[in-house]
């Protein structure tokens, strides 16, 4: 989850046209979203940023990047969590 979430995190900076530094630590602050439950709500936060920035993306283009993240984040680690393999799986199944 932390490492979608940088991913979502890194794809979210650039349609926001943060430089380099900043994106890294709106994509960090993201990631640390996964492990926070006050700060879990990943598209409520890309919404409300991406309002306020004018970024012209729908819910659902915001949540189908979050599901390719997912699988980007599924293939890049090796996971022994049945539960993670789980949901890499579900999120495979959703875009297909």
């Not at 602050?29 to 012209?56: M, Q, S």
């Not at 283009?61 to 980007?72: G, T």
């Amino acid at each position: 989850m932390v490492r979608r979430n940088k991913l979502v995190g890194m794809w979210a900076a650039e349609k926001l046209a943060l430089a380099e530094e900043n994106a890294k630590a709106y994509s960090d602050e993201l990631a640390r979203g996964a492990v926070d439950v006050k700060r879990n709500d990943i598209l409520a936060i890309i919404r409300r940023d991406f309002d306020a920035a004018g970024v012209n993306q729908s819910n659902e283009d915001i949540l189908a990047v979050m599901n390719v993240c997912w699988l980007e984040a599924g293939n890049q680690t090796e996971t022994s969590d049945a539960g993670d393999g789980a949901l890499v799986q579900i999120a495979r199944n959703l875009v297909k």
